[in-house]
């Protein structure tokens, strides 16, 4: 089946340490993108790509990085400069073109939890 | 910027007792409104794209309705798996002459809950 698949689903992560999320997508999807989801705040957008090797920074973009060089994959690494970093990570894509092609998809989310 | 703001917070409704979810929304262009709903500990799931005032669109007992401000999420005679948070969300239309990167903008969701 089509989807977007994110790993692992829960992660913990040492003072100082650095960890990547991984996000995988066979829907053939141009755009993906990085939300950050904390409890009564919303989603927020940490970074996006909308073609392979190119992507720019979202709203809240600082202690985080990202790499395009695939299209089916678009990692996230949130580094020790990150002060906050325990929440609820989504990726999602969008096709970008066609009927379909301004919904967004969701993945089913990675828990970052700092010890 | 863009802002979306949801109410009430939280809703419990016995079941069959039909609501509205409200979503107001201020954006420069609106290209889409967006409703998911998401599950605790997962991930949002797509329900409905409104794109211009005065659309509507349905999906089982769930009735999505925009106007230049607003937008509401009618339940009609809710069962208990109707429970879960739903959130709203715009996408503006990309400047002039650039793509649009498809950015939403999220509001912080309403937690409904159904009791049997």
């Known amino acids: 089946d089509g989807g977007i698949t994110q790993s692992p689903k829960y992660l913990f992560r040492k003072e100082g340490q650095n960890v990547t999320l991984s996000c995988e997508q066979n829907?053939?999807?141009?755009?993906m993108y990085w939300y950050r989801q904390d409890p009564g705040q919303g989603l927020r957008l940490i970074y996006y790509s909308q073609i392979v090797n190119d992507f720019q920074k979202g709203d809240i973009a600082e202690g985080y990085s990202v790499s395009r060089e695939k299209k089916e994959s678009f990692p996230l690494t949130v580094t020790s400069a990150q002060k906050n970093p325990t929440a609820f990570y989504l990726c999602?894509?969008?096709?970008?073109?066609?009927?379909?092609?301004?919904?967004?998809?969701f993945g089913e989310g990675s828990w970052l939890t700092v010890v | 910027e863009d802002q979306v703001t949801q109410s009430p917070e939280a809703l419990r409704l016995q079941e069959g007792e039909s609501s509205s979810l409200n979503c107001s929304y201020t954006v420069s262009g609106l290209r889409g409104l967006f409703w998911y709903r998401q599950d605790p500990g997962k991930g949002p799931e797509f329900l409905f794209t409104l794109y211009s005032a005065g659309e509507e669109k349905e999906k089982e007992r769930l009735k999505a309705t925009l106007t230049k401000k607003e937008s509401f999420l009618h339940i009609t005679a809710p069962k208990p798996e109707d429970s879960a948070t739903y959130l709203c969300?715009?996408?503006?239309?990309?400047?002039?002459?650039?793509?649009?990167?498809?950015?939403?903008?999220f509001g912080q969701g309403t937690i409904l809950t159904v009791h049997p």
């Open positions: 999602a894509s969008r096709k970008r073109r066609g009927l379909s092609g301004n919904t967004i998809y």
């Open positions: 829907l053939n999807h141009d755009a």
């Open positions: 969300a715009v996408q503006a239309m990309g400047s002039a002459g650039g793509t649009s990167y498809g950015k939403l903008t």
